[in-house]
T-cell receptor, first 111, second 115 residues
Framework: GENVEQHPSTLSVQEGDSAVIKCTYS??????FPWYKQELGKRPQLIID?????GEKKDQRIAVTLNKTAKHFSLHITETQPEDSAVYFC??????????FGKGTMLLVSP | GAGVSQSPSNKVTEKGKDVELRCDPI?????LYWYRQRLGQGLEFLIY????????KSGLPSDRFSAERTGESVSTLTIQRTQQEDSAVYLC?????????????FGNGTRLTVT
């Protein structure tokens, strides 16, 4: 099955700085990689996703890059704001069935 | 409905009692997942229902845990003889199709506390 590793486990940045979270996956057949944001006490919500036929996708201050050869993908948040503070989870689909999640990154953005 | 609905939102039970958690997915969503999230931890996969195919039960931690789903509608997760380590938030999610190729839409979860 799929194994998704996520780093770092915690990330502290100053408001306005950029934040990068990295994930690696093991199953070369995986072709869908979503990112979820979970604010304290709330449910995870999809913020961006990427499929294996593209290398990069952007949505305003958020971007995701995918390197299929190296089997890793990254979330980039630019011009961070305090409301970006949350736990972020990456995921990859394993053997075309379930989504396997990384262990999460707690992002803290200080004003 | 507008989203995935879970009930109850909170459940406090005594050790040794059975509990049943309910999930009502988004209408038309074929796939349904159950996850467990302990305090400050990640999303632990429990079970996956994929249309009419046999469910993937590989994440169920013990035989005290079971789940059912009727067609593409409501699912129930049952925990028998609850233990304190079962205390967690149980999240249900549904997606439009199977194969892990579509976004998961999560419910607000059921917070289970076993005393």
């Amino acid at each position: 099955g799929e194994n998704v590793e996520q780093h770092p486990s915690t990330l502290s940045v100053q408001e306005g700085d950029s934040a990068v979270i990295k994930c690696t996956y093991s199953d070369s057949a995986s072709n869908y990689f979503p990112w979820y944001k979970q604010e304290l006490g709330k449910r995870p919500q999809l913020i961006i996703d990427i499929r294996s036929n593209v290398g990069e996708k952007k949505d305003q201050r958020i971007a995701v890059t995918l390197n299929k050869t190296a089997k890793h993908f990254s979330l980039h948040i630019t011009e961070t704001q305090p409301e970006d503070s949350a736990v972020y989870f990456c995921a990859g689909n394993s053997g075309y069935s379930t989504l396997t999640f990384g262990k999460g990154t707690m992002l803290l953005v200080s004003p | 409905g507008a989203g995935v609905s879970q009930s109850p939102s909170n459940k406090v039970t005594e050790k040794g009692k059975d509990v049943e958690l309910r999930c009502d997915p988004i209408s038309g969503h074929t796939a349904l997942y159950w996850y467990r999230q302990r305090l400050g931890q990640g999303l632990e996969f429990l079970i996956y229902f994929q249309g009419n195919s046999a469910p993937d039960k590989s994440g169920l931690p013990s035989d005290r845990f079971s789940a059912e789903r009727t067609g593409e509608s409501v699912s129930t997760l049952t925990i028998q003889r609850t233990q304190q380590e079962d205390s967690a938030v149980y999240l249900c999610a549904s997606s439009l199709d199977t194969g892990g190729r579509s976004p998961l839409h999560f419910g607000n979860g059921t917070r289970l506390t076993v005393t």
